[in-house]
């Protein structure tokens, strides 16, 4: 079965730094999303991608983020310089829509975990 | 927002016992689905209901969505060690507004 592939797992970091966390989405999958969670609070929408431009973001994602699809398969989220409340679990996610039932199921991958120090 | 809100926050049941759990979110809704999450993992997506359906089943999974209260509920039938994890709702806006609002979670503990 097709899955969402991120990368790196983990990464640390240190405060201030930039850092560029990796999603190859499933093939021909249109819509791609960025979620982060907190430990122990909710999933948070951050930004949708299709088109290659942003469709939404939310207030999170501030000018610090950015996203970009530079070669067709890879999607990656860009933090300019991190914060401590940066750190979290950091989740893509792809929609394809080929099919009418399946269109609204987002595949997600494994998560990046992301440690701020 | 409309994200959900799960209850209970945690849940401890035996093997074989039915769990479940509700959700419940604030504004109108195209669909609501629900997913699982494995301690460290990504989300799985288990069952999808839309706005204009009251139930749904997927093998052990019902699903029901109560549009005139706002809510949603997912019963485990006979549940199996594997069942343990963290359980979401999560609801899209509209036919064309693919983006989730993901509720708390529930964390399901299947003791054997």
């Known amino acids: 079965e097709p899955e969402v592939t991120q990368t790196p797992s983990h990464q640390v970091t240190q405060m201030g730094q930039e850092v560029i966390l990796r999603c190859v989405p499933i093939?021909?999958?249109?819509?791609f999303y960025w979620y982060r969670q907190i430990l122990g609070q909710k999933v948070e929408f951050l930004v949708s991608?299709?088109?290659?431009?942003?469709?939404?973001k939310s207030e999170i994602f501030d000018d610090q983020f950015s996203v970009e699809r530079p070669d067709g398969s890879n999607f990656t989220l860009k933090i300019r310089s991190t914060k401590l409340e940066d750190s979290a679990m950091y989740f893509c996610a792809s929609v394809g829509t080929t099919a009418l039932l399946a269109k609204n199921i987002q595949y997600f991958g494994a998560g990046t975990r992301l440690s701020v120090l | 927002s409309q994200q959900g809100e799960e209850d209970p926050q945690a849940l401890s049941i035996q093997e074989g016992e039915n769990a479940t759990m509700n959700c419940s979110y604030k504004?109108?809704?195209?669909?609501l689905q629900w997913y699982r999450q494995n301690s460290g993992r990504g989300l799985v997506h288990l069952i999808l209901i839309r706005s204009n359906e009251r139930e749904k089943h997927s093998g052990r999974l019902r699903v029901t969505l109560d549009t005139s209260k706002k809510s949603s509920s997912l019963l485990i039938t006979a549940s199996r060690a594997a069942d343990t994890a963290s359980y979401f709702c999560a609801t899209a806006a509209s036919e064309n507004d693919y983006k989730l609002s993901f509720g708390a979670g529930t964390t399901v503990t299947v003791r054997a």
């Open positions: 991608f299709y088109n290659n431009e942003i469709s939404e």
């Open positions: 504004t109108s809704i195209n669909n």
């Open positions: 093939s021909n999958h249109l819509y």
